[in-house]
């Protein structure tokens, strides 16, 4: 038997050292030298990031054991000495673990006094306000940080210096938390001369921090009065809100006559809302600025009497103050039920139709009181009023009603005054049909309805064929057609169809040219990737949780999660969304017309009631069928929609939420009860506030989940999803951190990313033909990226598109090949589409590396590389059998497509690994022989998916697929 293995293996090295003579050496020497060079670079990779996890290993174990001596062994009979001698040994790692220390426990004054006393003996106080004026960002922010936990009178002297001449916002935003830390009053001006020339968000964030301070800064209001810098402005009206003094009142009654118009409605909201008590609204109904007019008619809602009522319903017929007048009049009726009465007797007596439809819509909050109130006194008009009251189609309560035991004689009257309406209305009709109890549906005269189950039309969503079809033909004739003009231009001897097998070596060569730059990409993308993780890393450091959570510092987040058919996995994801730690965000889940009990578990679970709020109209979206949510869970509120797909779902979300930022993530992710800490504080990294920041996504398939939480991270059992986990993790910690790193990024994925809401809505949100584009896509999540990018380059705005390699959330992966095949149809049909409806940005300076490197990248190795690699691979093949491709041309082929493609799955592992350990060892050990064998087999079937989708494209299939949901796993695995 070795006998035989010997001679095999010394025949294919005669073999293969015979073919070698036939292919040009010139050509192997460049071979080697160029895959030589590859392998050093990658090994180099490997070398440093394993030196970089090696040192932030120790740097850990160090830190964590000063943590132990502050908190266990450190107080007032410590002897001096011993505590300079441990700070020494690594001064900057003992901060850092008091800081920790003081984030996770209250430590006691003795111990923060003897620590504060070693440092001063050590004179590390002088050594962190040398760093204030280090060269790099890091050790200027590292040193402000740490300044913030000595109280050292030079320290806020430097500090005030510093923030004077400081030029980079992260600095100055960790300077201005050390002088509020250190209650350095003194400062203040300092604090907001530091505003000029500066983002909103940073803006924001000192107005949060100043709140410590906030009678200190009112105390400055007679300096700063006639200072007319915007943000100075913007930043002294927030803070007016945390401090109502006779001065704040006085120096936005200023702003209210002499600031720009922007300003002017702030210091109007401001002080009609926080002076309420020596301010009257009603001086401002007259103001020739409308905005100001319907501030003035809300504010008039939040004072409920007799006379401002009557004086807000005088605003109902102008257009331009109809919806302030009706948010005024239901606070109204919120805080002062008897005021009911008086709208109700201006509904019956009025004469103007846009008048009593406003008066409608503020009843429709009160309509079951209302019917009750109409059938008691047996109005004349009953059924007039109450169907103008349904017709707003806002009236839940009368459903709701309906559904309760009631009298039949009642139930009977109600059905005899609304029926007419509701048969009439198609729009109640459906909705009675659905949530009504069937007796009095019959009452109605209507019949029962379903939810809708066939899924809405898609509109324009493919892209023109015509194009694509010419690529795809040029991709796979092209060569071959060009080879042959060639051949006969040289006038090559034989006939032509033997030229073949000429081309098919030809080819070969251009296979591996190709593979080898795909490959190098990946390699330049990879090395970016480790530069962003290690500065991502170290940014970190710089931020305690204290600075995280203190008040608008942390963007606050609305996280929008749409629904359809989720059954199996709602209930973990929503509770595990509503225990995040995160200091200000909500759940918003939107219920896309699902089939199955979506909803029905979602109201069951967290005891949900049909209530009535007020939406936004931002965005277009299909109709609200109904909107849910529980006192008892201020932080949840849950929509029910008509099926218009999930971009449609997105749109409505932002349309109800109510803070600055919005987090898009699918209904069947689980995410990690930091990973929206984690997403959000990536915009502290950089300069300028992000539009857009990306986390990443990996299988959840067989984790442990236990009401949404993560108890174990296991690979998955099933081999398709253990090839998915592969995939994942080299497409997100290898590609999109490296093309965020060098600001190409294209798509941040739809399961988990963070958008700035007014950049969003300033687009016209997801691209739905329901908005004003008038156009459907599956890759909502791309387009918008796209989008966003494209626009403020259109506006000389950089496009900060970012993303946290570190914000992790796992989700659902296909385990059979039909569900993995429409995945990935869904996948390739959404990059056509935004490849050819964005195709004017590529190749144009004007929009920077987006256009001059990530689009052309794309177009080449996303979108005609699978072409190119299936044919590579058959062409392989075909050389291989037939004899005709040499040893040593195969061989360069597959180094250039599996071996190197083998080692950048292995790195981008390593990559993973290093920066946060999510697997065992042997799980590690599994994954590393699944990134080897997904090259023989899986990555060639991806491939001829990808491909399938191109012919999809051309057939002008459209839609979603269906994503069947297994559920997650929630006991111990066999």
Request: net charge neutral; charged share 25%.
């Amino acid at each position: 038997m070795l006998a035989r293995i010997s001679y095999i293996i010394s025949g294919f090295v005669d073999s293969l050292f015979a073919a070698a003579g036939s292919v040009p050496y010139p050509y192997i020497l460049v071979a080697l030298v160029l895959v030589g060079s590859y392998l050093i670079i990658a090994l180099g990779t490997l070398l440093f990031l394993s030196v970089a996890w090696l040192r932030h290993r120790r740097d850990e174990r160090i830190t964590t054991r000063f943590q132990s001596f502050i908190a266990h062994e450190l107080d007032e009979s410590t002897p001096q000495e011993d505590s300079v001698r441990i700070i020494k040994k690594a001064p900057f790692l003992f901060m850092e673990a008091y800081i920790r220390t003081e984030t996770q426990i209250r430590v006691p004054d003795a111990v923060r006094e003897r620590v504060e006393t070693a440092v001063t003996a050590l004179r590390f106080d002088i050594r962190l306000i040398r760093e204030l004026s280090h060269r790099t960002v890091y050790r200027r922010c590292r040193a402000a940080v740490q300044l913030a936990y000595l109280s050292s009178p030079a320290a806020a002297s430097a500090l005030d210096n510093r923030l004077r001449h400081e030029g980079s916002v992260q600095v100055k935003l960790r300077i201005v938390f050390a002088l509020v830390r250190t209650r350095c009053t003194q400062s203040i001006p300092s604090i907001l001369d530091s505003l000029q020339g500066t983002h909103l968000t940073y803006q924001s964030q000192v107005t949060g921090l100043l709140q410590e301070l906030a009678y200190d800064v009112a105390e400055l209001i007679p300096v700063m009065f006639h200072r007319r810098e915007p943000e100075l402005q913007r930043v002294l009206i927030r803070t007016a809100e945390s401090i109502p003094t006779p001065q704040m009142q006085r120096y936005l009654m200023h702003l209210v006559e002499h600031a720009e118009p922007e300003l002017t409605h702030q210091a109007l909201s401001t002080l009609i809302g926080c002076f309420a008590d020596t301010i009257d609204p009603s001086d401002y109904l007259h103001h020739d600025d409308r905005f100001i007019v319907s501030l003035a008619v809300e504010a008039l809602g939040r004072t409920p009497s007799e006379e401002a009522l009557q004086t807000v319903q005088a605003h109902l017929s102008t257009p331009d103050t109809r919806k302030s007048a009706v948010l005024a009049l239901s606070q109204m009726i919120d805080t002062s039920p008897r005021l009911v009465e008086s709208i109700i007797s201006a509904l019956r007596s009025s004469s103007d139709t846009s008048v009593r439809e406003a008066l409608a819509e503020v009843l429709a909050r009160k309509s079951e009181h209302v019917l009750h109130t109409a059938i008691e006194d047996d109005w004349p008009d009953i059924e007039d009023c109450i169907g103008l009251i349904l017709k707003t189609h806002q009236a839940t309560g009368i459903p709701a009603m309906l559904n309760r035991r009631l009298d039949s004689k009642l139930q009977r009257r109600i059905c005899d005054v609304i029926g007419e309406t509701v048969r009439t209305d198609s729009w109640l009709r459906e909705e009675f049909g659905i949530y009504v109890k069937e007796e009095v549906l019959s009452q109605l005269g209507i019949e029962q309805r379903e939810v809708q189950s066939k899924r809405a039309e898609r509109y324009r969503e493919n892209p023109q064929r015509t194009p694509l079809g010419l690529i795809i033909l040029a991709t796979v004739i092209g060569p071959f057609l060009a080879y042959l003009g060639f051949s006969v231009l040289v006038r090559s001897e034989g006939p032509w169809w033997r030229i073949f097998p000429n081309y098919l070596v030809a080819f070969e060569h251009w296979f591996i040219v190709y593979a080898f730059s795909m490959n190098v990409v990946y390699l330049i993308l990879l090395i970016a990737a480790v530069s962003a993780v290690l500065h991502s890393t170290r940014m970190r450091r710089t931020l305690p949780l204290e600075l995280l959570f203190k008040p608008r510092v942390a963007a606050a987040v609305s996280i929008i999660a749409p629904a359809y058919n989720e059954e199996a996995t709602i209930v973990e994801s929503v509770t595990a969304l509503l225990n995040l730690r995160y200091p200000d965000y909500e759940v918003i889940v939107v219920n896309d017309g699902s089939t199955d009990e979506t909803l029905h578990r979602l109201i069951k679970r967290f005891e949900l009631e049909r209530s009535s709020i007020f939406l936004h109209d931002y965005l277009k979206t299909r109709p609200v069928r109904g909107v849910y949510s529980n006192p008892l869970i201020p932080g949840l509120l849950v929509l029910d929609k008509s099926n218009g797909g999930k971009a449609d779902s997105l749109n409505l979300g932002i349309n109800a939420s109510r803070k600055e930022y919005f987090a898009a993530i699918d209904a069947d992710s689980v995410l990690e009860s930091d990973a929206l800490l984690r997403l959000a504080s990536r915009q502290f990294d950089d300069e300028t506030p992000a539009s857009a920041v990306g986390g990443n996504v990996l299988p959840i398939n067989g984790c442990r989940v236990e009401l949404g939480h993560i108890n174990e991270v296991r690979l998955p059992r099933n081999l398709l999803a253990r090839f998915q986990m592969v995939e994942y993790i080299r497409g997100f910690m290898t590609g999109r951190t490296g093309w965020a790193r060098i600001d190409s990024l294209l798509i941040i994925s739809g399961a988990f990313g963070l958008f700035n809401k007014q950049d969003v809505i300033d687009v016209g949100g997801y691209m739905t033909s329901s908005e004003r584009l008038r156009k459907d896509t599956v890759a909502e999540d791309m387009e918008l990226v796209v989008r966003v990018a494209r626009m403020r380059h259109d506006q000389g705005r950089p496009a900060a598109i970012r993303y946290a390699s570190d914000a992790n959330c796992w989700t659902e992966v296909p385990e059979s090949r039909r569900i993995l095949s429409s995945q990935r149809d869904r996948w390739q049909r959404g990059l056509i589409d935004v490849l050819f409806y964005h195709a004017g940005m590529t190749l144009r300076p004007r929009y920077g590396r987006t256009g001059m490197i990530a689009f052309p990248y794309h177009y080449i190795f996303e979108l005609i590389g699978p072409w190119l690699e299936v044919q590579g691979y058959l062409f392989l093949l075909i050389g291989l059998a037939t004899g005709v491709l040499p040893i040593p041309i195969a061989a360069a082929a597959l180094v250039a497509s599996v071996l190197l493609g083998v080692v950048i799955s292995l790195l981008s592992i390593h990559l993973i690994e290093k920066q946060q350990r999510l697997f065992r060892n042997r799980d590690r050990l599994k994954l590393l022989c699944m990134a080897t064998l997904e090259n023989f087999g899986y990555r060639q079937f991806t491939n001829f998916l990808r491909i399938r989708a191109n012919i999809s494209v051309l057939r002008k299939k459209s839609g979603w697929g269906v994503m069947v949901r297994q559920g997650f796993q929630k006991g111990e695995q066999k």
